[in-house]
Structures are given as structure tokens and as C-alpha cells.
T-cell receptor, first 113, second 116 residues
Framework: GENVEQHPSTLSVQEGDSAVIKCTYS??????FPWYKQELGKRPQLIID?????GEKKDQRIAVTLNKTAKHFSLHITETQPEDSAVYFC????????????FGAGTILRVKS | EAGVAQSPRYKIIEKRQSVAFWCNPI?????LYWYQQILGQGPKLLIQ????????DSQLPKDRFSAERLKGVDSTLKIQPAKLEDSAVYLC??????????????FGPGTRLTVL
């Protein structure tokens, strides 16, 4: 089955700097890759996702890149702010509607002001 | 639109006791998921329903866990008997069953279970 590895497990950055979180997946049939943000004690919320037919997607300060050949994808956050502090999870799926997500272990991002 | 609802939000039980969690998905969402999130880990799928049928329960410990989704709307997840290692947050999620959604899942607030 699918296996998703996520690095680093913790990341501290200074406010205004960029943060990058990387994930690798094992199932070459996976074609949908969402990123979820989970604040302490709250539910995971989708922040951005990418499908395998594109290599990059941006939404304001957040971007995701995908390398299908190498089977890895990354989350990029620019101009980090204290409110970006949270746990970020990557996930992979075969993408057909209703197909299950396999999550990485998460990255704790701390933005120091 | 209203989000995914779960209850209770917190539950403390002793090992070998039973416990049940309830989930009400977003109206019209055909697919419902139960995840287990152990502290410091990502959510792990326990069971997935499509309407009232089970799509995937390969990671559900069937000797102690059971789930049902009668009438294809609300769902309950039960643990009987509970073990210490069942301490976790149990997340319910739902998604619509159509090609435009591409599997976006909407999560509920979770139930934090502590087994003593």
C-alpha cells in the first residue's frame, strides 16, 4: 500500500522567512496530493492541493510543487507569519473521488517573531 | 454550510470499558471516513463508507472496533473493550461523491479519547 514520508518533523523559522516541507510517496498510481494545516486542538483543514497533471500550484503565500518522476512533493510558505505556526500534514491518494488519503507524520512549524 | 459534527468532544474511560463516538457529516456528502490520530502522528484511516456500504476497513481492528452508517447519513464508531493504546483523537471526515470534488475531505473537530 501507499506510504508517505514527511520531513522535517519540526521546523523553526524567523517571521518573514520561508519554510519548506517535503514529502515522498511510494505508490506511483497516486495522483492527488493535499496539504492540511492543524492548529493545536483543532481539526485538520485543507490549505492547498495539487493533482498530478500539474507541476506547481500557488495560492498567495503558499505553493506546492510536485515531481512525479521522483515521487516527491513540497509545500512552500513565503513571508511566514506567527499565525502560520501549526502542524502541517501532507497526504497522497489515487484521486478517484472517494479514494482514501494516506497521511505523512506531520511537521510542527514554529514561526518566531 | 454546516461542518462535520462529532460528539462527544472528550471521553475518559478505563481499559476494558466500551465507548461509542458519533459523527454527522456535511449534508449531501456520500462518503464518510473515520480516522485515528495518535499524538504526534498523522491521521490513519480506520474505515470508509460510501453511503451505507463499507468501502475500506482494512486497518480497522475488527476484534474490538466496529462502525456503522445506517441510512447512509450519521455514523457511529464503537470500541469494545478499549485498550490503553486506543488513546487517540478520533476524527470523522466526509466528502462528496462527484468528480468535481477530487477527494477533498472535510474534517470534524474530533473526539479525544483517553483510556486509563
Amino acid at each position: 500500500g501507499e506510504n508517505v514520508e514527511q520531513h522535517p518533523s519540526t521546523l523553526s523559522v524567523q517571521e518573514g522567512d520561508s519554510a519548506v516541507i517535503k514529502c515522498t510517496y511510494s505508490d506511483s498510481a497516486s495522483n492527488y496530493f493535499p496539504w492540511y494545516k492543524q492548529e493545536l486542538g483543532k481539526r485538520p483543514q485543507l490549505i492547498i492541493d495539487i493533482r498530478s497533471n500539474v507541476g506547481e500550484k500557488k495560492d498567495q503565500r503558499i505553493a506546492v510543487t510536485l515531481n512525479k518522476t521522483a515521487k516527491h512533493f513540497s509545500l512552500h510558505i513565503t513571508e511566514t507569519q506567527p499565525e502560520d505556526s501549526a502542524v502541517y500534514f501532507c497526504a497522497a491518494s489515487r484521486g478517484e473521488y472517494g479514494n482514501k488519503l494516506v497521511f505523512g507524520a506531520g511537521t510542527i512549524l514554529r514561526v518566531k517573531s | 454550510e454546516a461542518g462535520v459534527a462529532q460528539s462527544p468532544r472528550y471521553k475518559i474511560i478505563e481499559k476494558r470499558q466500551s465507548v461509542a463516538f458519533w459523527c454527522n457529516p456535511i449534508s449531501g456528502h456520500a462518503t464518510l471516513y473515520w480516522y485515528q490520530q495518535i499524538l504526534g502522528q498523522g491521521p490513519k484511516l480506520l474505515i470508509q463508507f460510501q453511503n451505507n456500504g463499507v468501502v475500506d476497513d482494512s486497518q480497522l481492528p475488527k476484534d474490538r472496533f466496529s462502525a456503522e452508517r445506517l441510512k447512509g447519513v450519521d455514523s457511529t464508531l464503537k470500541i469494545q473493550p478499549a485498550k490503553l493504546e486506543d488513546s487517540a483523537v478520533y476524527l470523522c471526515a466526509s466528502s462528496p461523491w462527484d468528480s468535481s470534488s477530487y477527494n477533498e475531505q472535510f474534517f470534524g473537530p474530533g473526539t479525544r479519547l483517553t483510556v486509563l
